[in-house]
């Protein structure tokens, strides 16, 4: 019999359990080589990413698109997180890309994925909206999750699964942001860069504007908070 993959939900939720101390972490062999590997894609697609802001910048708009094509969805779903508002995260996502093209020959550089600067100028935007009162800060529904099928952030691929394990998942994804939606502001800004969105620590220090030692500690306690909230049965 084979049993099914855990769903990218679940293996989320591990994983921030994990981080908290409170569910069984992976053998040292195992969580290095899984370290190393997942590190040489990141820094491979780190790479091919700036090569097309590269190309970018000297005028190739079919590189620009590939961006596009590339961090639309991370950009997405960091809008609809924050904003729970599909059509006005559509606008601020189109927004975000006009932005970052009229301002593509300014950014260089930084030892961080392109899709931090994106992110940053999508949460500067989302700000500017926040100041002027024109919304309502909510929390969203499991939409943001897995948008098109997608999986959240890097942690995993969804796997073929039979309507059981499907309506699994979605209670399972459901629950998980349930309790996201309960932390914090800035606590759960932090574990939708870090977590949903895969970003590393100085991205998400970069984008929420603070440094990485405040970043770590708000991670920290954050990660204890939801390992408090979420269900026995998600750890």
Known sequence: MTLPAPSPVSMLAGHILRRSG??????????????????AAAEAAKAEAWDLVSA???????????????????????????????DLAEDVTSETFLRALRRITSVSYQGRDVGAWFVTIARNIILDHVK????????????????????????GVQAVAGPEQQA????????????????GEDQRECIVLR???GLSVAETAAIMR??????????????RRLAQLLPTGLR
Do not use: W
Not at 132 to 154: C, H, K, M, Q, Y
Not at 168 to 183: F, G, K, Y
Not at 210 to 223: C, D, P, S, T
């Open 132 to 155: 002027s009162s024109r919304f309502r800060l909510e929390v969203v529904t499991d939409e943001v999750a897995e948008p098109s099928g997608a999986p959240i952030g890097n942690v």
């Open 210 to 223: 603070r440094n990485e030692g405040a970043i770590k500690a708000l991670q920290h306690r954050a990660v």
């Open 195 to 197: 977590f949903m969105q």
């Open 22 to 39: 409170l569910s069984p972490a992976p053998s040292p062999r195992q969580a290095d080589e899984t370290t190393e590997e997942t590190n």
């Open 56 to 86: 970018a910048q000297g005028g190739d708009t079919s590189a620009f698109g590939r961006l596009y094509d590339r961090y639309v969805d991370v950009v997405y779903r960091y809008v609809l997180f924050r904003l729970g508002d599909r």
């Open 168 to 183: 699994i998942s979605r209670a399972t994804r459901a629950e998980l942001l349930r309790c996201v939606a309960e932390l």
